[in-house]
Each structure stands twice: as C-alpha cells, then as structure tokens.
C-alpha cells in the first residue's frame, strides 16, 4: 500500500520535474514540509495557504516518515524545505543532517523554525548554518519592557518585535507598521560567518533565560545582539531562514492583535502576516534574484571580442543585469554596478552606466601594464542574490612593428646616423683616391 | 677509390698506379681527414646512449621550455615568435618570451628542421630537438680540431678533437635530448675564440668579421657570452702589459668589438644591456685603451724628440685615465651603467649568493664544484692540463697566451659553480692535447731518430757519425724508456676512453623525467611518474586551470600539461617565487588565502617518500622557506629546524609538521607500508618513520597521485558555501 502510494506521489510530482527550479526560472516550485504531527499542518494553515496560492506545491510529510527522502537518482525531488518540527531528533528516511544541508549546498532553500523545545537535530542545523541557539534547552527570550500585553501570559516571553532589518528587498517595499509576535528561543550570529543576517533583532531589553526558575547567573545571551529570525544567503545563493520560533508561523499568531507594552496603540492583527509572507517571498526567490547574461567586451570601433588585448587598448565592456519579478525577468536600474579590471589588484574600477533596460556598460582604457587581467564585477547588495563575474583576458605589450615610427623628435638623430653615413663614404673615397 | 680507377681503365694500369701512390704530405691529409670523420661520427653517436636506454625524449627542464619555444616557433613563424606574450606562465604577470629568451638554440632547430623540410625528410620537430645537441657536439670537435691547429699544429688539433668528442664535461649537457642553450652555445663559444685568434694571428678584418658574427651567434644562444667580452679584452689587456700590442691585434680586437657589439645589441634580450651594464664595461674601457695605445703610438711617430713624448705620454696616460674614471662614476652614480648582476658577483665571490640571493644558491647546478666531479668530467685530463701550460709557456705566442687564459679563468669559474665545468671543458680538452700531441711527438721522434740512427749506421756514412755523437750524449735505455712512456701514454687514453663511454653511459644519459632503478634481482625498473602526472593534468582538469608548484617544475607542467603555472624555472621574479615558497611553507588556512589570491586550482608537489627519490620537494624545502623567508620574514628558517637539522619525524619542528609542503606530501603516507619490517609512514628516501601521520586536509582535497606516488595533485576547494 506504502509503495503503491508512493508510486501516486511520484507520477504525480513527474510533470513537475520540467518547472522546476532551475537558473532561467529561479522561483521554487516543489516544498517538502516536515511537521512533528499533521495537527501543525491545521494550525499553521494560513502561511501554507498563502504558499500554496503563490503556486507552490506542498508535500507535508512527518519529519520521521520513514520514507523520507530528498533526492532520488541523483535529483532532487523538492526546491525548498520547510522544517517544522522543532522536536525532531532523528529524521526519518535517508534524510539527516548532511542530507539537509546538501540539499541547501546544491542550490536549494531552507526554512528552519525552532521552539523551545528544539531538538539537537534542529540546532545543529543552525549551526551549520551560522546561527547558534542558545545552548540552555529551557531557555526562551524574556523581554521586560517591549512585551506583546497579553492576557494570559504574565512571564513576559510573548515579545513585540519591530526592530525589523532595513531592507526592501528581503521584507518588501511595504513597511511593516505593526510589531511581528515571536515567543521562543533566541539565537547569535556566528561572528566568523559573514553571510548571515539578522531579519528581526529582540530590542536591548531581551534576555535568554529560563522563565520559571529564578536567574541565579547573568544570561548568556543579552539584549539586541539577540537575533529571533535569522537569514543566510549562501554563496551558491541558496537561502535559509531560521526561526525562533515556530508560532511566529501560526495561525494563532497571525491573526491575533498585538499591543506593545508601555504604548497605547493596539493593533487589530499583528505584523506576523505580512511578516512571514514577504519574508517567504525572499527566501523562495520570487524577489532579490538578479542575474547577469550577456558579458561582452570588446575594442571600441570593433564588435568581435578579442583573445587578447595591447596595453593602453581602448575598450568596451558591458552585461546585462535582470532581476527576476517572480514571474518574469526585468531589467534591474543601479547606478552602483561597477567593473574592475583586475590583476592581483583592481588597475581599473569604473561605475557602470546603465541604458534602464537591463544593460551596462562602459569603456576604459587597458592600463599601461602586460599580465593576465580579469573583467571582475563584484556585486553584493543587501537582499539581492550576489552577482560575482569574472573573465580572464591578457593584455600582451606593444608588438615590435607597433611603436611609432619617424617620430619628430628624433629627427636629430635620423639626421645624425644618415650624416655618419654620408661622413664616412665621404672619408673613404678622399682616403682611398686622394694620394 | 684507387682499386675502382684501376678497374676502369686497364690499359694504363701502370701509370695509374704510379699517380695514385699518394704523396707523404697527401697521405697525411687523408689520414687526417679520415681521423676527423671518425670522431665527428663518434662525437655524434657517443651521445646516443639515452636514445637507446629510454627514447628520443627531451630532458630534465629548461629543454621543455626550449621545447615548447621551438615548437611554437615552427608552428607560428619568427614574428610571432618574437613578440610572444605567453599568459600561461607566471600567473598573473605573464612573460615577455620573446624578450626574455637567447633565441639562438630554437631558431637553430628551427631552422635544420625547415631545411629537412625542405629536402622532403618529413621529421617531427622533437626528433630535431632531440638531436641538435649531438650534431653541435660533433661540429664543436671541427672546430677545437682547427683551434688547435691554429694554436699549435694540426697533431694538436686532432688530439683535441678526439679528446673534446668524449669529454664527460662536455657531454653531461649535449646528449641526445639535452636541448638546452649550452649544447649550440659552446660550439659559437670556442668557434668566437678560434676565430678571434685566427683574427689576431693573420691581423685580417674579414676573420675579425667572422669572429664578430661568432660572437653574434653565441650572444643569441647563451647567457655565457659575458665571459667571451670579459675574457677577449682582458687577452688583449694581457697582450698590452706583455708589450705584445700590435697592429693585427688592433685591427682584430676593433673589428670584433664594434661589430659584435651592435650585433649582440639585436637580441631584444641583450639590447642596450651591452653597452650600459657593469658586466660589459670591461669590453669598452679596453677599447678605448686600444685607441689611446694608438694615439700614442702615432704621435711617437710623429715626434722626433724623445723628451717631448715622455712629457706629452704623462698627460695623456693621466687624461685618459681620469676621463674614464669620471666617465665610469658618473654612468654608474646616474645609473646609466647598471651595476653588475647578483649572478655575477656570485662568480666573483662563491660565498655572495649563499648569504644574498638563495635563489641561484639553491640550484644544485650553482653549487661550488667537488674535487670528485672534477675527476669525473675530465679524468686524465685533470693531470695533463698542467702539462699542457707548461708546453704553453715554452712556446709562448699570441694564440697560446689566449688559450692558457681561456684555461685559467675558466678553469676558476669552474670551480666555482658546477655548470661552468662545461666551458672550461674546451680549454682543458685543447691544453691537454698540446701536451699529449707534444709528448708524444717528442717521444716518436726520440724512436724514429734511434732507429734513423741505426739504419744510418750500417751504411755507415758520415751523417750519421754526427747522430751517433748525440745519441751517445743521451741517456741509457733512452729508446725502451720512451717505448715504455708511449705505452703508458696510450693506456691513460684508452683509459680516458673507457671512463667516457662508462660515464656518458651511466651518469650522462638519463633524462631525469624518466626514473630508473634497478631492482633486487638486477630487474630495471622505470617509474614515469611525471609524464603520467603531466598527462592527467593535461586531460582532467579545466583547460584555464592554474597550477602551482615550487619553480622546478615549471616548464615542464606548461609544456607537458599545457596549463598555467604561477612560477617557472625561469625564476625572473623573486617576489613571485618567494610568495610560492611562502604558501608552501606556511599552515594550511594561511596558505589558503595566499593560493585564493593567486587564482590557483591545483597544487602538484613532487614526493619521493615511497620510491626513495632524494630530489623531492621535501629535501628541496628548506630553500623554499630561505626564498620565501627573504622576502616575507614572517617565514623563519629556524621554525622549521630542530638543533640546525631538516628533519620529518617525530622530533620535528612542529611547524614543519603542520605546514603546508609537508601535509600534501605526507598526506595518507602513515597508512602505507613502504618497506618490509618498517613501520607504515617509513620515508624510504630520508630513511625516517614520519611524524605526523595522521595528516587532514581541510582547504584542499587529493586530486591525483601517480603509482609510484612520486607526483601528487591536489585541488584547491572553493569557500564554504554557508560561511
């Protein structure tokens, strides 16, 4: 019956294989869910909902189902993972810890939602990561003074987030008014780790402790350097969220009002919504995905592109730059793209120009230096995928028939060398015959 | 050929016979002519040895690059050749080839290879590559047989040519394969110096002329012409003090300079070096002591007043001089004149580069010579030398005079630095012959003349009474004496010729890409490591990809594997050789950023733990860390030193231990048994169980190693994805 469903699930998924993610179409398309219990799957149903209305096909499977697997034959079945199981200790299947994180080494999304029951499983994850959980396993973020007022809970672990990353690209051009509800644990950045990013900071004011035993020693974890989501943006450009906590997903958090403590303004339904809905945006690539295509460089005057270039060559360069809308790709307008030509150092560093129509370009001339250049463009822009070209190009000196001949300053020596000449036949002629 | 002429004509079978019967002095010249064809031959086919052991295959390293720089020049022609930008090497900086080579060894093959082109032979290029060492061998023994002939007579010329055709000196860089600079560059060296001396002798501007385009030829083909416009003024300055000045010499000396000078400033790799650097000051000074020395002579002519000239000789010997100090403080204050090179101070001084440049200090080619590789490149000749000068001094002229300061120097320089056994080779060859032609002449005659004596006795007449006389004044048992010495003479040659053959057969020939060994049981064992490692790189790695290595293996990862290396044996950039070395030498994460900022995907080091191949790169690190150390002192050679000793085991430095030469090396080594009773991780080539067996990569991963594990590749990994 197992393998009979199994085979429904796979000629289901087979049509799927051609949309699925892929460099020209970079949204993802197939989720993998992992829940603890499929009671997770009703509770947190708005967020799926709004998943699954942008096009994505959900697979909810128990995190210890033992027939759980990510790829099979070599491909990988799913282009994103959401871990919702905070408790897991051993995943079901072939999937483990090195599975998950291959999965995001090949290019693939991840969502991580911790609690304050997390599991080893899940904070090595994190670890791997970049993103260091408190090692307390009863510890959850307390925040006396920017608490979400609740009525039933008097410890303070319900928090009012609003310290929100500045970027459009990550949370979307609308501005998130209404705090963003959060109650678990928090974590710290890695400092070695310069690819993670804090999405929503606790205020000065947190700590990480146990709520119900009386805090005999400081905390380890204090104030903003508390991270409560965390983004990384891996260098193959795969992203990952982790979490806190995993009702900051639910339904219960998403709808409910929020009123910060010490101010008067209560808010009819929290921040939540919005929150993890853009945040789902970035993270599944549907925004802040760039890409560059068409890299020409090439002789001013000229069209062809050369093996090689001469020192002090006038040349052209330019790429195409898109950002991809989610549905479609269109030309992304910066006016900090910049192109260096580089050798051990950058010799040449030049702003782009841009037409608005996704191209850039510009033209420098090759510095007056032989060596195995690079056209280099680095570009690493908070939020946006990293943009990190480079083509070798050498740049040979002048042949000898290519320096200027007759030149006018060297007249006097012209003259003097023919004059020689003319003095010398002269001499031997008088030598010669003049006895 | 007489027997044939018979043949044909019967009927004048008397009167042929009788014109055919060679004259003594026709008989002679076809002896001699027979005796130069043999040892052309044999100059030619002793260096085949290596052919025959391997195959036709080039040699060691710098022949790789000659290699790749002829082949590049057949395939594309001269023009491109010599605008040659090549980016494969040096990365990033790329080299100037065609700037930076003496072209004159490739467009030689070139050029024989176009000709048998031509001639419709259809040859590859490496069989000429391979064998225009051998054929440039061959003509160096015409040209010492006429060199001592112009020195001596045509006994000494042959003499020489026999000895110069087998001399081990000689060889150990002119086999088969060998295709390197110093094959084609002693033939333009002692074919310069015969002519010059042929200039000097007949005082004639065309031999001048011929010298000068000798010299052109050997300034295109090796950096060694330094010493031929070092040692030509200094014979000429000799000549001077000696009062030997003469009009021959003035004509020849001018000529040569001139013309040599602009010729030698045609090569781009020379260029105006030729008359503004310190190393060919000597050259000008002398010729402008040539032109006082005339001046002087022309006004003693003039003048009748022996007073007069004493005075006006004072000011114009102090003039001159003054002026050329001057001329000399100011070119070198300004830096018009650039001071001389480290390479040569360190010939000057053999302590200079140990302390100042380990870079020519640690080629082992660069090394002081031992007494015992003395012996073995010139055996006999080592006590007939002696001899030799003393011959030279009894008769001395103009052409022996040149030829005992071609000996001294070269002789000196030979001891200084290994490879320069090579040029005084031709010396030593000539000197020996003048002794061995000259001793043996005296003793033949001394035999001749008993036996005349004897003949001229039974006839008794009165021109041998006179013979008589002086044969009684000699000593007793004269004759047998003599018999006895020409005996002995000839033994020492057949022995010299013995060593040779042995020498050219075990020590000379092998190509050094090519490892033999024997085996327990006399089996030959091959290990063509480096051919398979080049080979993989070739054909499994990205076609861009760049390699770093330590220096030695440069050339020929570009010419066998065909990818970028980041230094070559061409060593032109200190800085960059040091950084390699630094890399090497340094802990893996350090390295690391070291190889990210150099591009580099690959790392080949060279490991002889499991063969017992002493010249890896283990023994070769210490130079690595003295190169890199000179220029980054964070690299202390003492860090890596346990009591003043390179050692692998466990009493190692544990910065030696954990550097970056040492884990690629020793990577995996500790769970391989390499010999029977020895614990695993036992280094077969420095007899020592290894320290750090447990050897993990973090930054690089294996890529390749070949069987006998004598090249290893790695790969450098890219960045963590997530960090």
């Known amino acids: 019956m197992a393998k009979f469903l199994f085979f429904i699930t796979f000629v289901s998924l087979l049509p799927l294989f051609g949309s699925s993610f892929s460099s020209e179409n970079p949204t993802d398309r197939r989720i993998l869910v992992l829940l603890d219990d499929f009671a997770i799957k009703s509770s947190h149903s708005i967020f799926f909902k709004t998943l ?268 195409e730059v898109y950002e991809w809308s989610g549905s479609s790709w269109e030309p992304y307008t910066a006016d900090d793209v910049q192109v260096q030509f580089y050798m051990m150092s950058p010799y040449v560093l030049k702003t782009l120009s841009t037409d608005g129509k996704g191209r850039y370009f510009t033209t420098f001339k090759v510095p007056d230096v032989y060596g195995v250049f690079q056209f280099k463009v680095e570009y690493q822009r908070l939020g946006y995928t990293s943009l990190s070209l480079s083509k070798q190009i050498p740049v040979r000196p002048f042949k000898h028939n290519e320096y200027e001949r007759f030149i006018t300053t060297a007249f006097p020596y012209y003259g003097a060398s023919f004059s020689t000449m003319a003095g010398f036949f002269i001499f031997t002629m008088v030598y010669l015959y003049n006895k | 050929m007489g027997a044939d002429q018979v043949g044909v004509k019967p009927n004048l079978f008397n009167f042929s016979l009788k014109s055919l019967k060679l004259k003594t002095k026709q008989q002679e010249l076809l002896i001699r002519v027979i005796v130069l064809c043999l040892i052309y031959v044999l100059a030619f086919i002793t260096r085949l040895f290596s052919v025959l052991r391997y195959e036709s295959m080039i040699h060691e390293f710098d022949p790789y690059f000659n290699y790749r720089t002829t082949v590049f020049l057949t395939e594309k022609g001269f023009y491109e050749f010599w605008n040659w930008f090549d980016s494969e090497s040096w990365y990033p900086l790329g080299r100037i080839i065609g700037g930076t080579l003496y072209p004159g060894l490739m467009v030689t093959a070139a050029f024989i290879y176009w000709v048998l082109r031509f001639l419709r032979f259809a040859v590859h290029i490496r069989e000429v590559c391979v064998l225009t060492a051998p054929f440039f061998a061959s003509n160096t023994t015409l040209v010492a047989y006429f060199f001592g002939k112009e020195i001596w007579d045509s006994g000494v010329g042959l003499v020489a040519a026999a000895l110069i055709a087998i001399c081990p000196g000689y060889i150990s860089r002119s086999v088969a394969g060998s295709f390197d600079n110093e094959g084609v560059a002693i033939f333009a060296l002692l074919l310069t110096f015969y002519l010059f001396v042929k200039a000097v002798n007949t005082g004639s501007l065309a031999w001048a002329l011929a010298s000068a385009f000798g010299y052109f030829y050997m300034v295109s083909a090796w950096g060694g012409y330094v010493f031929i416009i070092n040692l030509i003024p200094l014979y000429v300055l000799v000549l001077l003090i000696t009062g030997r000045y003469s009009m021959r010499l003035y004509v020849a000396y001018n000529c040569m300079y001139v013309l040599g000078m602009l010729l030698a400033m045609q090569i781009r790799f020379v260029g105006f070096q030729h008359v503004q650097s310190g190393e060919h000051m000597a050259a000008m000074g002398v010729f402008f002591l040539m ?275 980041i230094v070559d044996n061409n060593t032109w950039n200190n800085t960059h050789i040091a950084t390699v070395g630094r890399a090497m030498s340094s802990y893996e994460d350090e390295a690391y950023e070291i190889m990210r900022s150099l591009d580099v995907d690959y790392v080949l080091v060279v490991f002889g733990g499991v063969t017992g191949y002493s010249s890896d790169d283990i023994n070769k690190f210490l130079w690595m860390v003295r190169i890199g150390g000179g220029v980054f002192p964070v690299i202390k050679e003492p860090d890596y030193l346990v009591n003043g000793e390179h050692r692998v085991d466990k009493g190692a430095a544990p910065k030696m231990l954990n550097c970056l030469m040492y884990k690629l090396c020793y990577y995996r080594f500790g769970e391989l048994v390499t010999e029977y009773g020895k614990p695993p991780g036992y280094d077969r080539a420095r007899g020592f169980e290894i320290g750090n067996k447990d050897v993990k990569l973090q930054y690089l991963e294996e890529a390749f190693t070949t069987s006998n594990w004598i090249v290893r590749i790695y790969k450098v990994k890219q960045p963590s994805n997530r960090w």
């Open chain 1, 52 to 319: 699954q209305t942008r096009g994505f096909e959900l697979d909810f499977k128990l995190a210890d189902d033992p027939k759980l697997t990510l790829q099979r034959y070599g491909q990988y079945l799913y282009d994103g993972l959401i871990i919702f199981s905070p408790t897991i200790e051993r995943f079901g299947g072939s999937l483990d810890l090195a599975a998950v994180l291959d999965f995001v080494d090949s290019g693939h999304d991840l969502i991580v939602a911790a609690d304050a029951s997390a599991s080893d499983l899940i904070r090595d994850i994190a670890t791997e990561c970049g993103v260091e959980f408190d090692e307390d396993p009863t510890a959850v973020v307390i925040d006396h003074t920017s608490y979400a007022v609740s009525e039933t809970e008097g410890d303070h672990t319900l928090i009012a987030g609003d310290d929100f990353i500045q970027s459009d690209v990550i949370l979307g051009r609308k501005i998130i008014e209404t705090p963003v509800l959060f109650q678990g644990v928090g974590h710290t950045l890695n400092p070695a780790n310069n690819l993670v990013l804090k999405v929503l900071s606790a205020s000065p004011s947190a700590y990480s402790a146990n709520p119900k035993s009386k805090l005999s020693t400081p905390p380890s974890l204090t104030g903003s350097t508390i991270s409560l989501v965390s983004v990384v943006q891996a260098r193959n450009n795969a992203r990952v969220l982790i979490s806190g906590s995993l009702s900051l997903f639910s339904n219960r958090f998403l709808r409910s009002g929020v009123q910060k403590a010490g101010s008067s303004i209560k808010f009819e339904k929290s921040g939540n919504e919005l929150f993890v809905t853009e945040l789902s945006k970035w993270i599944f690539h549907e925004r802040g995905h760039l890409k560059a295509v068409n890299v020409r460089h090439h002789k001013v005057g000229e069209s062809d592109e050369p093996a090689i270039y001469r020192i002090n060559d006038d040349l052209e360069y330019s790429v």
């Open chain 2, 291 to 565: 032109q006082v020395f005339y001046f002087l002579d022309w006004v003693k002519h003039l003048l009748s007043d022996k007073q007069l000239f004493q005075a006006f000789l004072r000011i114009t010997v102090t003039c001159a001089v003054g002026v050329g100090a001057l001329a000399f403080g100011v070119g070198m204050a300004s830096g018009y004149i650039s001071p001389w090179t480290g390479r040569f101070y360190s010939l000057l001084d053999p302590t200079y580069a140990k302390d100042h440049i380990p870079i020519i200090a640690s080629v082992s080619e660069h090394q002081p010579t031992a007494w015992s590789s003395f012996m073995f490149d010139f055996q006999i000749l080592l006590f007939l030398f002696p001899a030799g000068l003393y011959f030279c001094f009894k008769r001395l002229s103009d052409a022996t005079i040149f030829i005992v300061m071609y000996g001294l120097t070269s002789m000196y320089f030979a001891g200084v630095m290994v490879r320069l056994i090579l040029v005084a080779t031709p010396a030593v060859c000539l000197i020996s012959a003048i002794a061995v032609s000259a001793t043996i002449k005296n003793l033949t005659s001394l035999i001749r003349k008993e036996s005349k004596a004897h003949g001229a006795s039974a006839k008794g007449t009165t021109s041998a009474k006179a013979s008589k006389a002086a044969l009684d004044q000699s000593l007793p048992f004269q004759i047998n004496g003599a018999i006895a010495l020409l005996i002995g003479a000839f033994y020492l040659l057949g022995r010299y010729a013995i060593h040779c053959t042995w020498v050219t057969s075990e020590a000379y020939s092998s190509p050094s890409i090519v490892l033999a060994a024997r085996g327990p049981h006399g089996g030959r064992f091959i290990f063509d490591d480096y051919r398979e490692a080049y080979f993989w790189l070739c054909q499994n790695t990205p076609s861009d990809a760049k390699v770093m290595s330590w220096w030695d293996y440069g050339y020929q990862i570009t010419a066998m594997g065909n990818r970028t290396v």
